[in-house]
């Protein structure tokens, strides 16, 4: 999917009301590399899924548990990727919109249980993914 980034805004200034209305951010997410976070349950503040990664370490995808919040316009989730790999990664950002879609744009790091003492500095790790969402 193609987006003009200049012209993304947060959500809530979608929105023509006092109170910004909470976004429906449950089904089929997915990132440039594609990657595809599916989010199955949502409270309105809380949620839960599962997060497939396309790209690994591994021989393919490997798919891991998520929890993550939303607060406003803010959204942070976590994925362990236990027990595939002793590893968790934290995403936080923003729910924007563009055309009237939904998108997560946001920074992650990549923390993995280091193999050996000196190399604990390459065992954290960061990005950004921008996320689009497939299926509401």
Known sequence: MSIERKALKPYSASKTLTLAVIPAITGVWQNELGSTMTIMSFDGENFSGTYTSA???G?????????GTLAGDAVAFTVNWSPTFSSATSWNGLVLTSGGELVIYSLWHLAST??????FWQSIQAGAD?????TP
Do not use: K, R
């Open 55 to 57: 790209v690994s370490e």
């Open 59 to 67: 021989e393919g995808p490997v798919t891991g548990t998520l929890a």
């Open 114 to 119: 280091p193999e050996s003492t000196e190399g």
């Open 130 to 134: 921008l996320f689009f969402q497939m």
